[in-house]
């Protein structure tokens, strides 16, 4: 388990860091906090070329407000964003998610962007990117980009970041006043990735009827999913057990889960149902004690 | 004659729960692990293991190996064609199993090793292994044990052409009327339960190192629990002279019984040493430990239980088929597991018919080796399900059914249905603490629904554990061929200090601590005044190591002879120097006093120092020889621990989801030495327990492939799958060991997963009769089984 040989450089930029990814070509990668590249590494799963470092790039507001919602910046470590009194504030959800994220020694480590570019479909983060709207600013050398969370996520670990892209920051969006939310994950261990989850935001108006519902799984198809017509079936409704039942069997439409040493598909099929009803609830319920 | 003053307490050393001297360095970081020893000019070595589980090797090339800048050399089974046999002494049917170091016409697993690289990093050593060539030929993979019993074809599909059937070893054993038992039993319950495959997965990895020097000695370093036999093993292999030949286990960060093997890697780097006259390097990563360190338990039981309806077991079958994997692991083989297992079937109960069988069957994986309670965790399993079931079919609880079938404390010594002797025991004491402390009784009457929409379930289990594994404990537990006994040299030097050279081996264990506690007590000399070698064969005591509940009672058992030998020796010699009574004297803290008058006294120290070097104040050498040291041997008689333990669990019946809440065990190991370090054992096993009982299993594909082998998908309990386990003791000290002392180590994994599995019933009664037939019990597991209800009733 050592890995085979590779070239080395520390980027002190982002900007230096899309110079290199552009110079260096095919067979670099990004280096960020490694929590899973340097495993595959190990196991020689991965064979990068040249690895090009952005975990000691230190940038200005890690985590900042601005209209619309919070940025973070993508080599922000988990755990700051975790931590952030902002996030607990405007993102209670975000907060509560990443705590789900492993272990704190590994939250210490890995990034928010590269959890996200990792796109492994049983990881919290990119669940979280589809469930507050996100967009994320994606940059190479000498252009720009912005992409909605909608369109990045393209199957197993695979993103439509281009081979010399990197995502440079996230901004999540703040959900509108009178918003709850919800987040039920259930996995082997405390820390292990999920073997289903589901998430849920709501917003509700003066008469308690629901006017914006978001609800995103993870752990049940290749890639993160939003229930778009469960989230419609919620619209211009009061809560109850029957509307939360309902809307929960409305998931089934959009997932594509697998059979695994742990869990066949069947069940992730049947708890994710069930997940999305404890967030739905949670969801309702905090939206209906929110001003 | 200079008196001291001091206070004459009776400073028992014995029960009390002294600090591990093993931890300073462990805390501070400073224990030498294998991978910590650097030598000047050390060479590292990768091995290149099988890719397949079963095939014929046809091409070997390493040209292109070769030609890399960093090779120094590279080993296969042309250069070493030599191996080992299944360790087989009068042992019934066994037909041994030779195992080869490298692979030579063909590979029986995933991970056996084929070529040893040799270069100047393990990272350079990793990139030339890339490079070799091997070409295979893959025969049908027997990849499950009741398959691999069906007759072949063709002798290539056997994983041993010699061994027709795959089937090494067989055996049957009836005692009473089993068939009329069963003929007039009210109840009957019959059940196929399977046990998984599972890794001890400890913290250290496997790792050797082997060092030839000038002065032709080898040294060996090896993360390994019997050093001194592994040394006797090199001897033979390697054709070295086993004088020169030490073996050195400085630290072991966990064994389990996984490092009671004798490996390939623990031949070939000494081999390797020798042939290249440099020292060399390997240290097993997680991958290679998953795929090649001994696996254990995997057991398919077919098991019935005849009952009378008032709870009294009137008799057992159990037939246990055991999937041992590609080799005979070196020495204990496959057959670790269903002998004992079957052997510990009456468990507390007086049930005199019993019939079971024993199949070990090859199959193109790992090889089993030991591992905490080995076998019998599957079959207490079995038993323990059967029964949970059988109480819910009679409808009486299961505490009622032990109380019922419980040996009495006046009926020892018992022999029990499968010939084991029990020595002592106070089962219903026991059951009794565990009941009133848990508050079983009262949690049984109430709903198992909680307003969380949660399933309350709570389970209990009794056991009885073998312990102090000499060789008649080996053939109790029906593995004949083990000759284990062991030795303790105690010596005092002329500073009245005490050296204990022990052939055990802690890894975990803190024997360095208990077995010095032994010889304090036993001496009467201070607990700071006594030092334990171990795990250096340069300055240990043969013995064969610790595992199996073994080393308190046997390494405890011979320090105590050899320390009372010591104080016998100086007794007679300070009775010559005081001018006293040898009968009227006795020693405590160090100190020599005539009983009843306590100020007639002298140091141990200045006795000690008298017998080395006053040759006017000792004894005439031809009266009393000056030495004050001792080498004992013991192999004693079987023991047997007992205990129980207590789960509480909630359940989500809509995911499957188990937490557990409570957890209590109680535990009757006989003389406690130390109680915080048999507590440590019950926390540690109960640990393990859990994990075997909801988390693990080794998932190998039809392709004989190993689909988790790392820590990401293989799951072993973390600090937050446990609650704060809650421990209690009984004391019925052994009436037939030295010092009444009864071992504790594997209690747990015989007991604690059985009152997992009654819990996880207990929670889901209101579906029915829904009782776990096979471990582990994961979330998926739960659901069927309450799908399987739905499906019943319908």
């Given at each position: 388990m050592k890995p085979p040989g590779f070239d080395y450089h520390r980027a002190a930029s982002l900007d230096e860091a899309c110079e290199l990814l552009s110079a260096c070509g095919e067979g670099a990668k990004i280096l960020a906090g490694g929590q899973s590249l340097i495993p595959m590494m190990n196991f020689r799963l991965a064979r990068p070329r040249v690895l090009i470092d952005i975990s000691n790039i230190a940038e200005p507001n890690p985590v900042s407000e601005e209209p619309g919602g919070i940025r973070t910046r993508a080599t922000t470590v988990q755990r700051v964003v975790e931590n952030s009194s902002l996030v607990q504030e405007k993102l209670p959800l975000l907060s509560y998610a990443i705590r789900h994220v492993a272990h704190t020694q590994i939250r210490n480590k890995g990034t928010i962007g590269g959890s996200i570019a990792n796109a492994d479909p049983a990881s919290e983060l990119p669940a979280m990117c589809l469930a507050l709207d996100a967009q994320f600013e994606l940059r190479r050398h000498g252009a720009r980009r912005t992409v909605p969370a909608a369109e990045l996520f393209v199957t197993y670990m695979t993103t439509s970041l281009e081979a010399d892209e990197i995502i440079s920051s996230i901004l999540f969006a703040e959900p509108p006043k009178r918003s709850g939310w919800g987040f039920h994950e259930l996995a082997r261990r405390s820390g292990d990735y999920a073997l289903a989850g589901s998430s849920a935001v709501i917003t509700l108006d003066g008469a308690n009827r629901c006017t914006r519902a978001r609800i995103a799984l993870f752990g049940v198809a290749a890639t993160p999913v939003r229930a778009i017509t469960a989230e419609e079936s919620l619209l211009g409704q009061v809560h109850s057990a029957s509307l939360v039942k309902d809307a929960a069997h409305l998931v089934q439409g959009v997932l594509e889960p697998e059979s695994d040493m742990h869990v066949t598909a069947a069940y992730r099929r049947s708890v994710a149902e069930v997940l999305t009803v404890r967030a739905l609830d949670d969801a309702f319920r905090r939206a209906l004690a929110a001003r | 004659m200079r008196t001291t003053s001091r206070v004459i307490g009776a400073t028992k050393h014995i029960g009390v729960s002294r600090k591990r001297v093993e931890d300073p360095l462990m805390l501070m970081g400073k224990a030498k692990f294998v991978a910590d020893i650097q030598l000047d000019g050390m060479l590292e070595i990768a091995f290149l293991r099988s890719s397949h589980a079963h095939a014929q090797i046809s091409r070997i090339d390493l040209e292109k190996a070769s030609k890399h800048p960093g090779c120094i050399k590279i080993y296969?089974?042309?250069?070493?064609?030599?191996?080992?046999?299944?360790?087989?002494?009068?042992?019934?049917?066994?037909?041994?199993?030779?195992?080869?170091?490298?692979?030579?016409?063909?590979?029986r697993f995933v991970g056996e090793i084929i070529a040893a690289v040799v270069a100047p990093s393990r990272y350079l050593a990793e990139d030339i292994v890339d490079l070799i060539e091997v070409d295979y030929e893959p025969s049908p993979v027997n990849f499950d044990a009741e398959e691999a019993m069906k007759p072949k074809r063709r002798e290539e599909e056997l994983v041993h052409a010699e061994i027709p059937g795959n089937v090494y070893f067989t055996d049957r054993f009836e005692k009473g009327d089993v068939a009329k038992a069963f003929r007039e039993a009210d109840v009957v319950v019959k059940e196929k339960v399977e046990a998984a495959r599972v890794s001890a997965a400890s913290m250290e990895t496997r790792g050797v190192i082997a060092d030839w020097a000038w002065d032709d000695t080898l040294t060996v370093w090896s993360s390994t629990q019997m050093p001194y036999p592994l040394r006797t093993h090199i001897a033979h292999a390697l054709q070295f002279p086993e004088q020169n030949i030490r073996v050195i286990a400085l630290h072991v960060g966990g064994g389990f019984g996984q490092k009671c093997v004798f490996y390939p890697e623990e031949f070939i780097l000494p081999w390797i040493a020798n042939d290249l006259r440099k020292p060399v390097k390997w240290i097993e990563d997680r991958r290679e430990h998953f795929l090649s360190a001994a696996h254990a338990k995997q057991m398919t039981m077919h098991m019935e239980v005849a009952m009378k309806k008032d709870g009294t077991i009137l008799a057992m079958k159990c037939k246990t088929i055991a999937d041992t994997g590609a080799y005979s692991e070196h020495p204990f083989g496959g057959l670790i597991d269903p002998c004992p297992g079957n052997a510990v079937l009456p468990g507390a109960f007086t049930v005199q018919n019993l019939q079971h069988e024993t199949i070990a069957v090859l199959t193109n994986k790992m090889g089993i080796g030991p591992y905490r309670g080995t076998g019998m965790s599957g079959t207490t399993f079995a038993r323990e399900m059967l029964l949970t079931k059988a109480a819910r079919l009679l409808n009486i609880d299961i505490a009622d059914i032990y109380y019922r079938n419980f040996i009495k404390k006046d009926e020892f010594p018992f022999l029990t249905a499968t010939n084991q002797t029990y020595d002592s025991g106070d089962y219903h004491q026991v059951l009794d603490k565990l009941l009133k402390l848990s508050e079983y009784r009262k949690l049984k009457q109430q709903p198992r629904s909680l307003s969380s929409g949660r399933l309350r379930g709570v389970g209990i289990s009794f056991f009885v554990e073998p312990t102090a594994w000499g060789s008649l404990a080996a053939e109790e537990c029906g593995v004949r061929g083990i000759t284990a006994h062991d030795t303790a040299t105690v010596e005092m030097d002329p500073s009245g200090k005490v050296t204990v050279r022990s052939g055990q081996f802690g890894h975990g264990q803190a024997t360095r601590t208990t077995l010095a506690q032994v010889a304090a007590e036993t001496l009467g000399v201070r607990f700071e005044d006594v030092r334990v070698h171990e795990g250096d064969t340069d300055r240990a005591a043969y013995g064969m190591g610790t595992f199996a509940s073994r080393s308190a009672v046997i390494g405890g058992g011979s320090v105590m002879r050899a320390a009372s030998d010591v104080r016998k020796k100086l007794l007679k010699i300070a009775a010559h120097v005081m001018e006293a009574n040898e009968a009227d004297l006795n020693i405590d803290e160090g100190v020599v006093f005539v009983r009843g008058s306590p100020d007639r006294c002298m140091t141990v120290a200045e006795l000690a120092h008298i017998t080395f070097f006053d040759r006017f104040r000792r004894p005439s050498t031809d009266d009393v020889e000056p030495v004050l040291s001792s080498t004992r041997h013991y192999d004693p008689?079987?023991?047997?621990?007992?205990?129980?333990?207590?789960?509480?669990?909630?359940?989500?019946?809509?995911?499957?989801?188990i937490q557990i809440k409570r957890i209590i065990a109680v535990e009757d190991c006989g003389t406690v030495i130390n109680p915080q370090v048999v507590e440590g054992q019950m926390r540690g096993g109960i640990s393990q327990g859990i994990g075997m009982a909801m988390l693990e299993s080794l998932e190998y594909d039809k392709n004989g492939q190993l689909s988790n082998a790392s820590f990401m998908d293989y799951l072993v309990p973390n600090a937050l799958t446990l609650p704060d386990i809650e421990c209690a003791h009984v004391s019925t000290p052994s009436p037939v060991?030295?010092?009444?002392?009864?071992?504790?180590?594997?209690?747990?994994?015989?007991?604690?997963?059985?009152?997992?599995?009654?819990?996880?019933?207990?929670?889901?009664?209101?579906?029915?009769?829904?009782?776990?037939?096979?471990?582990?019990?994961?979330?998926?597991?739960?659901?069927?089984?309450?799908?399987?209800?739905?499906?019943?009733?319908?």
């Open positions: - | 296969t089974s042309a250069d070493w064609d030599t191996g080992v046999t299944t360790f087989q002494q009068h042992q019934g049917n066994l037909q041994p199993v030779y195992m080869p170091f490298f692979a030579g016409e063909k590979v008689p079987l023991t047997y621990s007992n205990g129980s333990h207590f789960v509480m669990i909630e359940l989500d019946p809509q995911t499957g989801e060991t030295e010092g009444g002392i009864k071992g504790c180590g594997e209690a747990a994994m015989l007991s604690i997963h059985c009152a997992f599995g009654n819990a996880v019933a207990d929670a889901l009664s209101d579906f029915g009769i829904l009782v776990p037939m096979s471990m582990p019990i994961g979330p998926q597991q739960v659901l069927d089984l309450i799908r399987e209800a739905g499906t019943a009733k319908q």
